[in-house]
């Protein structure tokens, strides 16, 4: 299985701060198409999954602009340039490529 | 607007057996290829399988703590997908979602809940 592991698990962040989320992965995940399916989603508190960026670093319809997905191969990110209040929940990772493996999570907090 | 509704989920004693269903509208379910993603309390995700099209064979895969209990199925005419749940362990309780897959999971229900206890 393709293990995904993100970093930190807790973030702690000042409202208007930026954020950073690293996501490896055991495996390089780029797909025999060409494609990298790696996809960052957010879950608040009581709700579901939402997704935010599919194949590293396309945004989906309706994400605020200040998300953005970057990397490559095994190694990728997600940054929120500056954290609003809206955006405390849990950040996962998950590649797409070998069946389906999320990362653990990362808790974003206000500090 | 996509929507997924489960129903189903309640408490079974262990080695029970359950069904959910996941009713699907606001696209066209037969060309979708759905998941199930489930998530402990206070856990993590971890999806345990999908099925796939018609036209992509309607094959089914399956994450290894479930293989050989849970089967996937799905009812094109009623847009419809269901997950089996055969000799329930206490670990398999949590929220279960179904999800499309559009380039990975894209969208998700808002799950239910399945307490396997004695």
């Known amino acids: 299985d393709v293990v995904m592991t993100q970093s930190p698990l807790s973030l702690p962040v000042t409202l208007g701060q930026p954020a950073s989320i690293s996501c490896r992965s055991s495996?390089?995940?780029?797909?025999?198409?060409?494609?990298?399916?790696l996809n960052w989603f957010q879950q608040r508190p009581g709700q579901s999954p939402r997704r935010l960026i599919y194949?590293?670093?396309n945004r989906d319809s309706g994400v605020p602009d200040r998300f953005s997905g970057s990397g490559s191969g095994t190694d990728f990110t997600l940054k929120i340039s500056r954290v609003e209040a809206e955006d405390v929940g849990v950040y996962y990772c998950?590649?797409?490529?070998?069946?389906?493996?999320f990362g653990q999570g990362t808790r974003l907090e206000i500090k | 607007d996509v929507q997924l509704l489960e129903s189903g989920g309640g408490l079974v004693k262990p080695g029970g057996s359950l069904r959910l269903s996941c009713a699907a509208s606001?696209?066209?379910?037969?060309?979708?290829?759905m998941s199930w993603v489930r998530q402990a309390p206070g856990k993590g995700l971890e999806w345990i399988g999908r099925?796939?099209?018609?036209?992509?064979?309607?094959?089914?895969d399956y994450a290894a703590p479930v293989k050989g209990r849970f089967t996937i199925s799905r009812d094109d005419s009623e847009n419809t997908l269901y997950l089996q749940m055969n000799s329930l362990e206490i670990e398999d309780t949590a929220v279960y979602y179904c999800?499309?897959?559009?380039?990975?999971?894209?969208?998700w229900g808002q799950g239910t809940l399945v307490t396997v206890s004695s």
């Open positions: 606001g696209f066209t379910f037969i060309y979708a290829w």
């Open positions: 099925i796939k099209s018609k036209t992509a064979g309607e094959t089914t």
């Open positions: 495996q390089s995940l780029v797909y025999s198409d060409g494609n990298t399916y």
């Open positions: 999800a499309t897959e559009n380039n990975g999971i894209e969208h």
């Open positions: 194949k590293v670093s």
């Open positions: 998950m590649q797409g490529t070998y069946w389906i493996t």
